[in-house]
């Protein structure tokens, strides 16, 4: 997660202050797919602001709350949100996942915990995989073809994450994860 390009392409928007910022990102399809605290948030504005990314556009005083400083992106802060946009479109996915290390040794571990736990996580991965289908279905009329493309990405992802893990649950519940030479790929996707 890179907060930096976060605040500065929601500044690239329009000028806003952090907690319209925090608000958006609370409020919105973002909360499901980003997760920014709010002194990551506080303190990237004040790094953004340090390095001449950001500037103060206004403070907003016209309330008996404590004054908002609205920020806005500077020259540089244009150059340095261009140059942030194309490293994250570039970055390495990693695909290490904690569930990876510890099949590589379920078969000496305790069986019934094991399934009790991965049941417990397809009851989670339905529920989150039915959440972001009923965003795409709320949003997509609504939303930029990008927030199409984050939504879909991670709707088609958690399918597959349902399959892998419903599969094996399956296979633990029948002993089969020991067994050899079976073709996993072509069980839980048979257009390979």
């Not at 690239?12 to 925090?22: D, G, S, T």
């Not at 000496?108 to 965003?135: F, H, N, Q, S, W």
């Not at 493309?149 to 994860?177: A, F, G, P, Q, W």
């Amino acid at each position: 997660m890179n907060v930096k390009l976060v605040v500065l392409g929601l500044l690239m928007e329009k000028n806003r202050h952090p907690y319209e910022i925090q608000q958006i990102l609370q409020q919105s399809h973002m909360k499901y797919y980003m997760k920014i605290t709010k002194g990551s948030l506080y303190y990237n504005f004040e790094k953004l602001e340090e390095q001449g990314f950001i500037a103060v556009t206004d403070i907003i005083s016209d309330t008996p709350r404590p004054e908002k400083t609205v920020y806005g992106v500077t020259e540089n802060g244009v150059k340095e949100f261009n140059q942030l946009l194309l490293e994250q479109i570039g970055k390495q996915e990693n695909m290490q996942r904690a569930i990876h290390e510890a099949l590589l040794f379920a078969q000496y571990g305790d069986i019934e915990p094991m399934i009790a736990k991965l049941e417990e996580k397809v009851a989670e991965t339905k529920l989150y995989l039915t959440t972001m289908e009923t965003v795409y279905e709320k949003k997509y009329r609504q939303e930029n073809l990008a927030i199409g493309y984050i939504l879909t990405s991670v709707i088609l992802h958690l399918r597959t994450e349902l399959l892998v893990l419903t599969n094996l649950c399956h296979d633990m519940k029948t002993k089969k994860l020991t067994e050899k030479g079976i073709d996993v790929l072509r069980i839980i996707d048979p257009s390979q």
